[in-house]
């Protein structure tokens, strides 16, 4: 896999993903990388392109699937940033803004549960 291509993305993006993979250490040449044919909305054109990205990351048994945009390109970036955020929540789980996310959501969930059993009972 090659970050020097040319992302339909912004440049800083491109530059956190960069300095993300850097400080976890993943050695891109582990990603193993395909394109499959897409499915489900889009017509004609998705059923015969082939822009959905396939990365595997062996050492970790991780496997990314990506279909959200119609070009390749934007979605190869949307795979590799999932991709290193699923390596991120396995290798630092202390620094992973995902597990941050889900466990806020958790909570929030939790406190709404309990306030309708609160007022429920009463």
Request: charged share 35%; proline share 2%; aromatic share 4%.
């Given at each position: 896999?090659?970050?020097?291509?040319?992302?339909?993305?912004s440049?800083?993006?491109?530059?956190?993903l960069?300095?993300?993979?850097?400080?976890?250490g993943?050695?891109?040449?582990?990603?193993?990388?395909t394109?499959v044919?897409?499915?489900?909305?889009?017509g004609?054109k998705i059923?015969k392109t082939?822009?959905?990205?396939?990365?595997r990351?062996?050492?970790?048994k991780?496997?990314?699937?990506v279909?959200?945009?119609?070009?390749r390109?934007i979605?190869?970036?949307l795979?590799?940033?999932?991709l290193?955020?699923?390596i991120?929540m396995?290798?630092?789980?202390?620094?992973s803004?995902?597990?941050?996310?889900w466990?806020?959501?958790?909570?929030?969930?939790?406190?709404?549960?309990?306030?309708?059993?609160?007022s429920?009972?009463?």
């Amino acid at each position: 896999m090659n970050l020097d291509e040319i992302f339909s993305v912004s440049t800083s993006k491109v530059a956190s993903l960069k300095e993300r993979i850097a400080r976890l250490g993943i050695n891109l040449a582990d990603v193993e990388e395909t394109f499959v044919k897409g499915g489900g909305k889009g017509g004609q054109k998705i059923n015969k392109t082939a822009n959905a990205v396939v990365l595997r990351y062996p050492s970790l048994k991780l496997v990314v699937k990506v279909q959200r945009d119609r070009q390749r390109n934007i979605n190869r970036f949307l795979a590799l940033r999932e991709l290193v955020d699923k390596i991120e929540m396995q290798i630092s789980p202390g620094t992973s803004a995902r597990l941050r996310d889900w466990a806020r959501m958790r909570k929030q969930k939790d406190r709404r549960r309990r306030r309708g059993q609160v007022s429920s009972n009463g």
